[in-house]
RNA sequence: GCGGCCAUAGCUCAGUUGGUUAGAGCACAAGAUUGUGAUUCUUGGGGUCGCGGGUUCGAAUCCCGUUGGCCGCCCCA
């Protein structure tokens, strides 16, 4: 039977599902729209060192990688990060400040399939450039949660967890940990919801068992839920960077409640979003209930386009992607199924009206009607059957009694009225129906 | 890369201790119906039972392998 399958991981989108992928889109891009942000796109393949640059050797393993028929070592975009940084880079001297811009493409990742995750796979992008202060992070985790609103989705149904890379580096120096031993306490801080004890494993190994008194330090911040808390926590130690950074979280928290948005976001510093780049405030949204992997996360890059060979510039951004996405929709019944509708079917006699319905059919397409007929002939109560099932507002009808007396019969599909029109009259009345006065 | 479960029509699934020509509902199509959307009825197309091998007189059924899927681990940029 199936000679050919689809590759493993890789999905096909028939009609209905089209439908869904698009309506996810729209409302996405119309959002970011709404927040003055700008859509760009770029290669789909990418020179593999562009991502071996910004994650490491190992990441080629997660790749669809392979070499091109010119020799060179290329890759699919497993993200848009690094190649947006590039296109910021090469121009940013002649970029107008901030630059907010986004894109939605698909990306590719060579791993294993599990639920909201597949080998490729659709992403909303939000980054803004050239901004330091947490104005950019207060657009971004703005723009992040309208595109879950755009859909319904509440405060119920979704929150965003926010902390902060910063801070825990300032903390853990001010415990006395050196770099490497604070980057090996964050792997485990990130770890540390879901493995428990077990996630200072590798500190163990590299460094020798964590202090106890620091660990129940560490413990404790991790467990941090709450501004107040926070500031608590920080008060008693000493230095002014744990205090700037608190003014910081204070201004995000206050801008975000200005907005109304508070109540969608939780001071949550077990969250450190795992590897390399964040520099700064690092954020994740997930689903309420917790039945779903992470659906989005962002947070700031400060570095990042230095070290892919440009001119340091800050960076915020977020992505989410559409799987797990669509997921929470799914579940909360925000999935309309939104296919386009016909507006007019043309029901036909015979051949001979066939021929004199074409013009009229050509005439309305061209004025941008969706108009649609049997190809062939068909009984008059399977056409008006179709008519209906097409979500047609309006039937015409060419048979041949109608011909004869120079008219056109049209039907309003859900009225179930009919009206005869003079032949050269059609598109002005079928215009007048869709512009609002019916009949 | 590792582990568990699974694979019969487009979809959801039956299929007896291994036994004749593999079934149902839904969906699709034709007809009843040569001028009006429902309902109903009749009929039809559609399957190498994921694929390959083995056991057997005989395999959708049992065994091995393989591919694919779901779920979890690792990872998650």
Redesign the pocket.
């Known amino acids: 039977?199936?000679q050919f399958?689809s590759?493993?991981?890789f999905r096909e989108f028939y009609p209905d599902a089209l439908a869904r992928r698009n309506h996810i889109f729209r409302l996405w891009r119309q959002t970011a729209g709404a927040y003055g942000f700008q859509e760009y796109d770029a290669p789909v393949l990418e020179p593999l060192d562009l991502?071996k640059t910004?994650?490491g050797d190992e990441?080629e393993s997660?790749?669809f990688s392979f070499t091109d028929k010119g020799g060179r070592e290329v890759a699919l975009r497993?993200?848009m990060?690094p190649t947006v940084c590039r296109l910021v880079g090469e121009k940013a001297n002649a970029l107008k400040r901030p630059i907010k811009w986004f894109s939605i493409a698909e990306f590719y990742?060579y791993?294993?399939?599990?639920?909201?995750?597949?080998r490729c796979f659709f992403q909303l992008n939000a980054d803004i450039f050239g901004e330091a202060g947490v104005e950019a992070e207060t657009e971004l985790i703005a723009l992040l949660i309208q595109c879950f609103g755009a859909f319904g989705l509440t405060a119920e149904d979704f929150y965003v967890r926010l902390s902060d890379r910063n801070l825990w580096f300032y903390y853990l120096e001010a415990l006395g940990l050196d770099e490497p031993r604070s980057r090996a306490v964050l792997s485990a801080v990130d770890?540390h919801e879901?493995?428990g004890d077990d996630a200072f494993k590798d500190y163990t190994d590299q460094f020798g068992a964590l202090d106890s008194g620091l660990k129940t330090k560490v413990l404790a911040f991790l467990q941090i839920k709450s501004l107040a808390t926070l500031e608590a926590a920080v008060s008693s130690i000493p230095g002014e960077k744990l205090g700037a950074r608190l003014a910081d979280w204070r201004k995000l928290l206050g801008n975000l409640t200005a907005m109304s948005l508070g109540k969608f976001v939780e001071v949550d510093l077990g969250v450190v979003?795992?590897?390399?780049y964040y520099t700064g405030f690092v954020f994740e949204a997930f689903d309420r209930k917790g039945e779903l992997?992470a659906l989005a996360?962002g947070g700031r890059y400060d570095s990042l386009i230095g070290k892919l060979g440009y001119n340091d510039m800050p960076a915020v951004g977020f992505?989410m992607g559409d799987m797990t996405f669509g997921l929470l929709l799914e579940q909360r019944g925000l999935t309309p199924t939104v296919t386009q509708p016909t507006d007019v079917y043309v029901v036909i006699?015979g051949e001979a009206e066939r021929q004199a319905a074409f013009a009229d059919i050509q005439s309305l397409r061209s004025d941008g009607y969706r108009v649609d007929y049997p190809l062939k002939d068909?009984?008059?109560?399977?056409q008006?059957?179709a008519?209906?099932?097409s979500g047609a507002k309006l039937?015409l009808?060419y048979?041949?009694?109608?011909l004869a007396k120079g008219v056109v019969?049209i039907?309003?599909?859900?009225?179930?009225t009919?009206m005869e029109v003079p032949r050269d009259q059609v598109s002005v009345v079928v215009r007048d129906f869709f512009s609002g006065g019916a009949e």
Do not use: H, N, W
């Not at 979003?273 to 390399?276: H, I, K």
């Not at 039907?411 to 179930?416: E, I």
């Open positions: 039977m199936a399958q590759l493993p991981g991502y910004k994650s990441i997660q790749l497993p993200e990060t990742r791993e294993r399939m599990q639920k909201g995750r597949g770890r879901k493995m979003r795992g590897l390399a992997r996360g992505g006699g068909l009984a008059f109560g399977k008006f059957k008519a209906g099932e039937a009808v048979g041949g009694e109608e019969r039907r309003d599909l859900a009225a179930r009919e």
